[in-house]
């Protein structure tokens, strides 16, 4: 049989949605598996695997609708036309490479059903998909704890991909960049820029004057107090928040279990030509033997407030994943109290769209903490409206116009003085 060009690409990201549905694994590491792919075709397997997983529900009813019985979840064949359809609707691919390239995937399987399946639907019209549901245990919890409107607004987001944010160490370098490149600035220190080039081809990036990181994502340093002349900066990998904190003038202590993670820090702070202390330790072990006047502990979480670069958090988050995520949270702040000064502040944060992970977290140590109470933040640009109590919750829908934020929570916890 002739070898039909760019099958390779499908084959891939075959392997890379079934391992991130059936293993739970992230789209990235499953993408480790095809690094003998030329780069061209690793990319589209990826982008493939990508659309299908922002769509993923509509796909499946899509399929649904044009099968008597339904294919079970985890078939090949049902991947298959996840991902021919997501193609064509995400990526545009003409209709005879989706057939082309799909039906050599079914090696042995229902090849009749699939060029079928994919026959019926193609000719009665793809729609736009534009705001794509979500898995329906997704929306359910978020609607829960965030309303409707949150749930309309991800699923908006989840089919568009997300401007680029770019950190700068001076303001002043952030404004003259935005003028000269076409950016807006929505924060200090801050540049959004709608063209997504790869990140080392952009203006400056040898220069070493800024770093990628979503606006949400630089918040929870800017809640680090001015004054706080030592800072510790827990779970600091890969160095967003350190180099936020190094270049705003504290003396940093970087602390993070992952080896690998933490050689993207120092890879970041040589390039920025930024210092912190790098610490690779297990901050569930580990004791830093002195207490800091501020702290941020980023900690490990669901991600899925970053479901916009990364539309397979969604999947990987289920209720036992988030009540682990929010057992190691706990676990971490509680340590992190004991090494803050009196008077300090302690800044927690995560990427999550958890309830559990986020505010239930924050309330949970301040009843076992009566020495610390929570500050709310005056400091922040106005787009930062603190909740009732003085939480920070960042959801989906606020800047929409202006491409949107990832979904982040953040607290700032200050400890009474003596
Ligand atoms: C959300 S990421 C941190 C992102 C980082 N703050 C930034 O802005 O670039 C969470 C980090 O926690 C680290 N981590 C997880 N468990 C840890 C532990 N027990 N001790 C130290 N670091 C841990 C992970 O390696 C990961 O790098």
Redesign the pocket.
Known sequence: MAIVEGVGARHAALKMLDSVLRQGRTLDAAAQDSRGLAPADQGLAIAIAGEALRRLPDLDALIDSATQRPLPDDSKARMVLRLALAQKIGLGTPDHALVATALPLIDGGPRRLVHGVLGTLLRKGMPALEAPRLPDPVEQRWTKAWGEEVVLAARRQIAQRPPLDLSFADDSAAQSYATEHGGVSLAPRHVRLKETAAVPGLAGFGDGGWWV?DLA?SL??RLIPAEAAEVL??????????M?LAAAGHRVTA????KN??A??RENLQRTKLSANVVP??????APGRSFEGI?L????S?TGTFRRHPEVIYRARPKVIAGSAE?QAK?LNRAANWLNPGGALVY???SLEYDEGEAIVTAFLSDHPDFRLDRPTDLPAFVVPDAAGRIRILPGLLDDQGGLDGFFAARLVRLPD
């Not at 980023?298 to 979480?301: G, H, I, R």
Request: proline share 8%; net charge negative; glycine share 4%.
């Open positions: 990181q994502a929870p340093a900066d827990l779970c600091a990998a890969p160095g967003g928040k350190t936020q602390v993070d279990a992952s993670r933490l993207r820090i330790v297990d901050a569930l072990t580990w941020l980023d900690a490990p979480c991600a190691l971490l944060s995560v990427c």
